[in-house]
């Protein structure tokens, strides 16, 4: 079975904002999630293109284990945690599957 990703991209439009989100992000927010959606693998972006536009990616061991952690508790929890500590930042959630991966 394939990789799956769950990606939540962010749009912090508050420049002087942009520190104190990206921190709460590092310490608290995704060390949350990966202990609660148990994956093996998390990263995080910040656009070069836009600042405001920050990306977090997680990688889940198969489509059925992503899709398992979607109809859990763990994301309701972790959305509320965002929508308190961050209610004027706009997010959006997409689901991936691996469809093809090059390794040097």
Request: hydrophobic share 45%; glycine share 2%; no cysteine.
């Amino acid at each position: 079975m394939p990789a799956a990703f769950f990606v939540v991209r962010a749009t912090v439009t508050d420049a002087s904002k942009r520190a104190a989100f990206d921190k709460w992000y590092e310490t608290e927010h995704v060390p949350d999630a990966v202990k609660a959606f148990g994956v093996s693998k998390a990263w995080r972006f910040w656009s070069l293109d836009d600042p405001s536009l920050h990306q977090a990616m997680y990688q889940f061991d198969d489509e059925a284990k992503l899709t398992a952690m979607l109809k859990g508790d763990a994301l309701k929890q972790l959305v509320a945690d965002f929508q308190r500590d961050w209610p004027e930042v706009k997010r959006t959630r997409e689901t991936l599957v691996l469809a093809q991966q090059f390794g040097a």
